[in-house]
């Protein structure tokens, strides 16, 4: 049996190694991204992070005086009661079904889920 030339076997296994490194990524992007379950799951885990919750907080209590400019004076107090229901599991259970929603409506073939 003939052995391959020498020239050869450092470009296949690049290659190979390569191949290898692109089918391990697609199939992770394939699991991560485009499975509306693991992406909402992923998603709303993030709201488990005190910093994820004090923004969440922010942005809720910005927005609420935004709307109604006579509530600044309890902007505090919404910021704090918001920042506490985001790290709920009924909170989270409900961010969790309006994410997976929204990501089939994105990349699903059914687009009747608004």
């Known amino acids: 049996m003939r052995r391959p030339r020498p020239s050869?076997?450092?470009p296949l296994v690049v290659l190979?190694?390569?191949s290898l490194l692109v089918a391990v990524l697609g199939?992770?992007?394939s699991s991560a991204l485009f499975d509306s379950g693991n992406?909402?799951?992923?998603a709303t885990s993030s709201f488990?992070?005190?910093?994820v919750q004090r923004v969440v907080g922010e942005?809720?209590?910005d927005e609420v005086t935004k709307a109604a400019p006579n509530a600044v004076a309890g902007k505090p107090l919404i910021e704090a009661v918001?920042?506490?229901v985001a790290g709920t599991p009924a909170f989270q259970s409900l961010a969790r079904a309006g994410v997976k929603d929204l990501h089939r409506t994105i990349f699903g073939a059914d687009k009747d889920t608004v």
Request: charged share 30%; no cysteine.
């Open 39 to 42: 992406f909402a799951d992923r």
């Open 16 to 18: 190979a190694s390569l």
């Open 59 to 61: 942005r809720v209590s």
């Open 8 to 10: 050869l076997v450092t």
């Open 27 to 29: 199939v992770y992007t």
């Open 82 to 84: 918001v920042e506490g």
């Open 48 to 51: 488990e992070e005190p910093e």
